[in-house]
């Protein structure tokens, strides 16, 4: 399934920079792990030290569902297909 970017999305990662197949890769070019970044995150928001890096995801779930988001295409922003039936795994 291939779906078409907006002009802004596209100019987003067209800005950034590659390291290997990864648009958007943690500073070592592997995928983010989230410790790294939650510490940096915490460091510029004192007082709010209290969260994880999965309530992100739950929040991003929770707001592509609102948005009326299918599904699948919700899965596969979170990263949660390996093949297969897609629903089944969200």
Not at 9 to 28: C, H, L, T, Y
Not at 31 to 50: M, N, W, Y
Request: hydrophobic share 40%; glycine share 12%.
């Amino acid at each position: 399934m291939v779906f078409p970017l907006s002009t802004a999305a596209q100019a987003i990662i067209a800005g950034q920079q590659r390291k290997g197949s990864r648009v958007f890769p943690s500073k070592n070019g592997r995928r983010a792990s989230g410790g790294h970044e939650k510490k940096r995150i915490d460091e510029l928001a004192p007082g709010l030290e209290h969260w994880t890096i999965y309530d992100l995801r739950r929040t991003a779930r929770f707001l592509l569902s609102r948005a009326g988001v299918r599904r699948d295409i919700a899965a596969r922003v979170l990263g949660h297909f390996a093949g297969g039936d897609v629903d089944s795994k969200v």
